[in-house]
């Protein structure tokens, strides 16, 4: 776009011309995307990034007839975009990376907890059934699918996969009971 035209479009915007918006945005739009797109490499955020650029022209119409160079007003503008998209990416890193710290803090009430669960999953196994106590052990401790553990102690899967059920069943029953008595 020519330097008159520029001017002329400016201060028709400046008293609210639709058309004069349109021509600044097809001729400025796909520019401002593309330096855009060159610092970030995510299309969709510049894109996003030049349509905000572009609704602030038209919120700030009235001024823009005091604007100079229209190119220079929109990649200042794109400027300060990507150096608060950057600072924005910043803050969610060191958040991210803050919440990754704090779960990984040792913290001793939930060691503690975590034995005494353990623990509490052992006596419920160890009262179960022979056959049950083995199974569920070769399912859960040992990692052995259904169709292993059914293979090595020569019984039907859906043998195993109801040994499994029941045992499951009989841990969810205990756990409910302790944390009734606790909680």
Same mark, same amino acid.
């Given at each position: 776009?020519d330097k008159?035209?520029? $001017?002329e479009?400016?201060? @028709?915007?400046a008293?609210?011309?639709?058309?004069s918006?349109e021509?600044l945005?097809?001729a400025?739009h !796909?520019k401002v995307?593309?330096?855009?797109y060159?610092?970030?490499k @995510?299309?969709?955020?510049a894109y996003?990034?030049a349509? &905000?650029? +572009?609704?602030?022209?038209?919120? @700030?119409r009235?001024t823009m007839?005091?604007i100079?160079?229209?190119?220079?007003?929109?990649?200042?503008? #794109?400027?300060?975009?990507?150096?608060?998209?950057y600072?924005?990416?910043?803050?969610?890193?060191?958040?991210t990376?803050s919440?990754?710290?704090?779960?990984?803090?040792y &913290?001793?009430?939930? *060691?503690? +907890?975590?034995?005494?669960? #353990?623990?509490? $999953?052992?006596?419920v196994?160890?009262?179960? !059934? &022979?056959q049950r106590?083995?199974?569920f052990k070769?399912?859960?401790?040992?990692?052995?699918s259904? *169709?292993?553990?059914?293979?090595?102690? @020569?019984?039907?899967?859906?043998?195993? &996969?109801?040994h499994?059920?029941k045992?499951?069943?009989?841990?969810?029953? #205990?756990?409910q009971?302790?944390s +009734?008595?606790?909680?």
């Open positions: 776009m008159t035209l520029e $001017i479009c400016l201060t @028709n915007l008293e609210g011309d639709h058309r918006y021509l945005f097809l400025y !796909p995307y593309h330096f855009l060159g610092f970030i @995510n299309e969709e955020e996003d990034m349509q &905000e650029i +572009f609704y602030k022209v038209w919120v @700030n009235k007839g005091e100079k160079s229209f190119k220079a007003y929109l990649f200042t503008m #794109a400027r300060h975009m990507i150096y608060n998209y600072e924005h990416t910043l803050v969610k890193e060191k958040y990376l919440r990754l710290a704090q779960s990984e803090t &913290e001793p009430e939930q *060691d503690m +907890f975590a034995k005494d669960l #353990a623990l509490l $999953i052992d006596l196994v160890s009262q179960m !059934p &022979e106590q083995r199974i070769m399912s859960r401790k040992e990692g052995f259904s *169709d292993e553990i059914a293979s090595r102690l @020569n019984i039907h899967k859906r043998t195993v &996969e109801n499994i059920s045992a499951l069943s009989d841990l969810r029953k #205990a756990l009971y302790i +009734f008595l606790f909680f």
